[in-house]
Structure formats: structure tokens, C-alpha cells
């Protein structure tokens, strides 16, 4: 802006010195003696000109800073608060994770605890498992062996059946061969009665001694029926 103030000015001394360009040499420097003196009166005005717009300019950034500071402390603020509101929230967070921590270790215990159950528990099962499969095996045993014995005493059973039978038929025919052996009996004695009385009929020296044999050998053949 100065250097196109100056520009004019020296325009217009260079016009007013084509308009008296038929005066001499002493007019041509005082001319420019005048045209330096306006120069440098132009440049101490530009120079105060420009110290002003400078100052203002300076002041404009020095509020422009204060503005931007002022903001920046607000931001910091700013900052600070959710740095704050972010170390409570951390806080929260960490004491959150360490009660979560405790939690989960507490779990774990008592899960490793039910393991430790469940482990004593499947050991008993097989244990138990075991224990039955033997008792199933002495039942099965015992079973057979019933089975063994009952079919031994079904077989014994009948073998006495058989037996019982047996000895029946055999009690039926000794009583028969027995009452056949009464009757028998009451013949023999019914005739040795006879011949008793038919002897003591007879001479009794002479009979005697035949009647001695005959009694005797009649007592014989009775003992061997009996026997």
C-alpha cells in the first residue's frame, strides 16, 4: 500500500516535471530535492502507518492467543475432569475385575471341590459297580447250585418214589406171603390137632415114639416156612 502511494506520488512529480521540462538544471533539483523531502516525509508516515497497523496487529494476536489460551484451559478442564471421571471409572473398573477375580477363583474352588466329589463318587460307583457284578456272580452261582440241588432232589425224589413204590409192592406181597403163611398155619396146627387125637387113640407105647418123629419133622418144615 505505501509502495503504491509513493508510486503515485513520484508519478505526479514525474508528470509536473514533463509539464516544466524546459527549466533548467537548478529547478530540475530542487524538484528533486522536493520529491526526496515528500519521499521521505511519505516513508516517516508509511513507518508510523505501518508501526500502528503492526501494533494492532500484535494486540490482535495477543488477544487472539489469550482466546486460544483461555480455550486451551478450558479443553485442559476439560480434559482433566474426564481424566478424573476416567481414573474413577478405572477405579471402579479394577475393583469391578478384582471382586470378578475372587469370584471366579471362588468358582474354580468349588468347581475343583464338585470335581473332586464327582471323582470320590465315580470311584465308588466302579467300586459299588464291582461289588455288585460279584454278588450278581455268587447269585448266579447260587442259582446253578439251587438249580443243581433242586434237580438233584427232584431225581433223589424220585429215585425214593421209585423206592417207596418198590417197597410197597414188597410190604403187599410179604403181607399176602404173611397171611398166606397164617392161614397156612392154622391148617398145619388144625391137623396136628387132628393127629394128636387121632395118636392118643392109638396104643400109646407104640405111637409115642412115631409121634415124637412126626411132631418134630412137622416143627421142622414150620421154622423153614417162618425163616
Known sequence: ???????????????EKEETGGEGEKGQEEEEKEVKEEKS?????????GQEEELEELKAQ???LLLELEETREVSQRHEE???????L???????????????TRQIQR????????????????????ELEEVQQELRSAQEEVLMLQQAAEEAAAERENDIASLQEELCRLRAELQR????????????????????????????QGMIVIV??????WEELAS
Do not use: N, P
Not at 516525509?41 to 502507518?49: A, F, I, L, M, Y
Open 216 to 221: 418134630a419133622l412137622i416143627w421142622c418144615w
Open 41 to 49: 516525509e511519505d516513508e516517516e508516515e508509511g513507518d508510523d502507518k
Open 181 to 208: 403163611l397164617h392161614a397156612t398155619t392154622a391148617e398145619y396146627e388144625l391137623e396136628v390137632t387132628t393127629l394128636r387125637a387121632e395118636l392118643s387113640m392109638k396104643s400109646h407105647s407104640t405111637l409115642t
Open 1 to 15: 500500500m505505501l509502495a503504491d502511494t509513493l508510486t503515485a506520488k513520484e508519478r505526479e512529480s514525474l508528470e
Open 82 to 88: 474426564s481424566f478424573m471421571e476416567l481414573q474413577g
Open 62 to 64: 495477543v488477544l487472539q
Open 111 to 130: 468347581l475343583q471341590g464338585l470335581r473332586s466329589v464327582q471323582e470320590e463318587m465315580d470311584s465308588l460307583e466302579e467300586e459299588k459297580e464291582s
Open 90 to 104: 478405572l477405579e471402579e473398573e479394577r475393583l469391578a475385575s478384582a471382586h470378578q477375580a475372587e469370584s471366579f
